[in-house]
């Protein structure tokens, strides 16, 4: 089994602001992928980013240039360090873990507001 805490959602203006952390315990493979994954009201759970457990990133187009995915392999932990943010990135925001399973956070919310 996988646990997945994240932390660091909020409000913020346009513009703005945030760096979501996800921090991992339990029975974590040497070979896995850790992602970041958001869901809209009305709306499906999207990829945003992930990166494997030898650094490689993949992002959505949606927020290319604007947010960075990195980890903390000593830690188990993955950030999410989001950048010029729009109304549109609000969301639940869902650390994800995938090896044998999909391992899913509880979420944590980011509203983006003026």
């Known amino acids: 089994q996988v646990q997945l805490v994240e932390s660091g959602g909020g409000l913020v203006q346009p513009g703005g602001s945030l760096r979501l952390s996800c921090a991992a315990s339990?029975?974590?493979?040497?070979?896995?992928?850790m992602g970041w994954y958001r869901q809209a009201p009305g709306n499906q759970r999207d990829l945003v980013a992930s990166i494997t457990s030898r650094g490689n990133t993949n992002y959505a187009d949606s927020v290319k240039g604007r947010f960075t995915i990195s980890r903390d392999n000593a830690k188990n932990m993955v950030f999410l360090q989001m950048n010029s943010l729009k109304p549109e990135d609000s969301a639940v925001y869902y650390c994800n873990l995938r090896q044998n399973y999909n391992y899913w956070g509880q979420g944590t919310q980011v509203t983006v507001s003026s």
């Open positions: 339990g029975s974590i493979f040497s070979i896995h992928v």
